[in-house]
Nanobody
Framework: QVQLVESGGGLVQPGGSLRLSCAVSGSFSQIGTMGWYRQAPGRQRELVAD???????NYADSVKGRSTISRDNTKNTVYMQVNKLKPEDTAVYYCKVNLWTLQWTDRDYWGQGTQVTVSS
């Protein structure tokens, strides 16, 4: 069984920062691309940022320049730092991981989501 455990969400004032973490546990062969998505009420889930096994990063325009995604392969963990938070960043943030199972099958896994609320 593969599990993703997210942490770091909460209530943040506008202009503040937060750091989200997502740790992957279980049995698998290798983790590929790791990423963060978010879903605000009444809106579709959207990509915020992702990072490949080779550390190539990709950011949504809405967070480009104020967000940094990184990964620690020794801990099977992906992080995302977001600065200068805005009320429109309020959403449930989900971690998504693409990995190869023990049978070397390509599969996607999602975390349970963590709420981020930006409000004064």
């Amino acid at each position: 069984q593969v599990q993703l455990v997210e942490s770091g969400g909460g209530l943040v004032q506008p202009g503040g920062s937060l750091r989200l973490s997502c740790a992957v546990s279980g049995s698998f062969s290798q983790i590929g691309t790791m990423g963060w998505y978010r879903q605000a009420p009444g809106r579709q889930r959207e990509l915020v940022a992702d990072i490949t096994l080779g550390d190539r990063t990709n950011y949504a325009d809405s967070v480009k320049g104020r967000s940094t995604i990184s990964r620690d392969n020794t801990k099977n963990t992906v992080y995302m730092q977001v600065n200068k938070l805005k009320p429109e960043d309020t959403a449930v943030y989900y971690c998504k991981v693409n990995l190869w199972t023990l049978q070397w099958t390509d599969r996607d896994y999602w975390g349970q989501g963590t709420q981020v609320t930006v409000s004064s």
